[in-house]
């Protein structure tokens, strides 16, 4: 049972254009929603969040929008960097309780110079 | 600044053999986790912490066993290593239970 489900296992744009990760979930008791950033032989680290309250949050280069009725999320990098080259995993947290963090299976971006 | 650390980064074992993953992180967080990656899947917990004395089990808990007897360590242990466990595991802390702060993984292979 995927709560969290990245369709796109692999992404490649071109340096300078637009990069959009998408995420779905199914979970109506996640409310609150993480972008991860993991490159080889690292741990994931954190990107950028959105609150369910929100519908857009907005990190330099980084924007997460929020899409509640249909329970999807999307990540938008504008422009795309070389350097942005690695896997990015959506994950999503319910809320009260202990925020148990669910992971989507990840999409592998890379950037083409 | 050390973060969240793990040892060891490579072990290999053999079928039935035991280990501990250690996990330390010196950010004082309350919430400690451990994931699992497998290729191709994503992170996938396995217990977590949110103090002290207090574990929990996560999605994935069978033949692992935790402990938290410090906020700062928070070990993995595999009884009976079968080849299901080949993955690469990876430690988290976290002060608000939302963004996590991750260790560099270790990478496990049970031959």
């Known amino acids: 049972d995927q709560q969290v489900k990245q369709n796109s296992p692999s992404l490649s744009v071109q340096e300078g254009r637009i990069s959009i990760l998408n995420c779905d979930y199914t979970?109506?008791?996640?409310?609150?929603f993480l972008w991860y950033k993991k490159y080889p032989a690292e741990g994931p680290t954190f990107l950028i969040s959105?609150?369910?309250?929100?519908d857009k949050n907005e990190d330099g280069r980084f924007t997460v929008f929020l899409n509640k009725s249909a329970k999807h999320l999307s990540l938008h990098i504008v422009p795309s960097q070389p350097g942005d080259s690695a896997v990015y995993f959506c994950?999503?947290?319910?809320?009260?309780?202990?925020?148990?963090?669910?992971f989507g299976t990840g999409t592998k971006l890379q950037v083409i110079p | 600044n050390a973060g969240v650390t793990q040892t060891p980064k490579f072990r290999i074992l053999k079928i039935g053999q035991s280990m501990t993953l250690q996990c330390a992180q010196d950010m004082n967080h309350n919430y400690m986790y451990w994931y699992r990656q497998d290729p191709g899947m994503g992170l996938k917990l396995i217990y977590y912490s949110v103090g002290a004395g207090i574990t929990d089990k996560g999605e994935v808990p069978n033949g692992y066993n935790v402990s938290r007897s410090t906020t700062e360590d928070f070990p993995l242990r595999l009884e009976l290593a079968a080849p299901s466990q080949t993955s690469v595991y990876f430690c988290a802390s976290s002060y608000s239970g939302r963004e996590l702060f991750f260790g560099e993984g270790s990478r496990l292979t049970v031959l």
């Open positions: 959105i609150s369910s309250i929100k």
């Open positions: 994950a999503a947290s319910p809320s009260g309780g202990y925020q148990k963090v669910t």
């Open positions: 979970n109506s008791m996640f409310d609150y």
